[in-house]
């Protein structure tokens, strides 16, 4: 029932901006931390952002400070990524991630099928 929508990826030339978008559904979306992940080919998960359920607190991996921002519209069920100023080594594919969501009697980790961002010349 949990759903989760990524889009807004694509090629872009370094240094350009990508706007990623991620539509949630089937649970309750403003209850809620959200974070986003991603994962180059051959590597691990690395986590890039999060914000907490009110969208008043937001953190990144030093990799990406200064350059995306994290935000949210829970009237919309929104989570989105600026992404600014990228770098060849932004390449990945990125997930929208919701931790902790209660359903069937456990707590569960649910991630998108991504969008793939990839940056180069």
């Known amino acids: 029932e949990v759903q989760l929508v990524e889009s807004g990826g694509g090629l872009v030339q370094p240094g350009g901006s990508l706007r990623l978008s991620c539509a949630a559904a089937g649970f309750t979306f403003s209850n809620y931390a959200m974070s986003w992940v991603r994962q180059a080919p051959g590597k691990g998960v690395e986590w890039v952002s999060a914000?907490?359920?009110?969208?008043?607190?937001?953190r990144y991996a030093d990799s990406v400070k200064g350059r995306f921002t994290i935000s949210r519209d829970n009237a919309e069920n929104t989570v989105n990524l600026q992404m600014n100023r990228l770098r060849p080594e932004d390449t990945a594919r990125y997930y929208c991630?919701?931790?902790?969501?209660?359903?069937?009697?456990?707590?569960?980790?649910?991630w998108g099928q991504g969008t793939q961002v990839t940056v180069s010349s």
């Open positions: 914000i907490n359920n009110a969208g008043s607190i937001t």
């Open positions: 991630h919701a931790p902790d969501v209660y359903g069937g009697g456990y707590y569960h980790n649910y």
